[in-house]
């Protein structure tokens, strides 16, 4: 059971920038793939980026490209996720997630941490 405990997240203005991160239980973090999805009020949950288990493949959704960077130091079994050019579309609760795989939704799932980008 891997448990996943995201912070970071807070109230940003419009430009600003913020970095979550999500530190991981599991001592075999490295064999992870890593992502982060997110959920605006209403909305389906969505993917945001991914980081595969030596960080050198990462893949991001079309709407954060160019600003949003993911990145994980296994020897502190945690992933990051910058955030740029923050825009109030960006807002949401954002978690953390970890899988040995991409197939399918991610098998764990941290709690959450609140974005809140203000125009």
């Known amino acids: 059971q891997v448990q996943l405990v995201e912070s970071g997240g807070g109230l940003v203005q419009a430009g600003g920038s913020l970095r979550l991160s999500c530190a991981a239980s599991?001592?075999?973090?490295?064999?992870?793939?890593m992502g982060w999805f997110r959920q605006a009020p209403g909305k389906e949950r969505d993917f945001v980026a991914r980081?595969?288990?030596?960080?050198?493949?990462?893949f991001y959704a079309d709407s954060v490209k160019g600003r949003f960077t993911i990145s994980r130091d296994n020897a502190k079994n945690t992933v990051y996720l910058q955030m740029n050019s923050l825009k109030p579309e960006d807002t949401a609760v954002y978690y953390c997630?970890?899988?040995?795989?991409?197939?399918?939704?991610?098998?764990?799932w941290g709690q959450g941490t609140q974005v809140t980008v203000s125009s």
């Open positions: 997630t970890a899988d040995r795989n991409t197939l399918g939704s991610p098998r764990y």
């Open positions: 599991e001592r075999t973090f490295s064999t992870y793939i």
């Open positions: 980081i595969n288990w030596g960080g050198g493949s990462t």
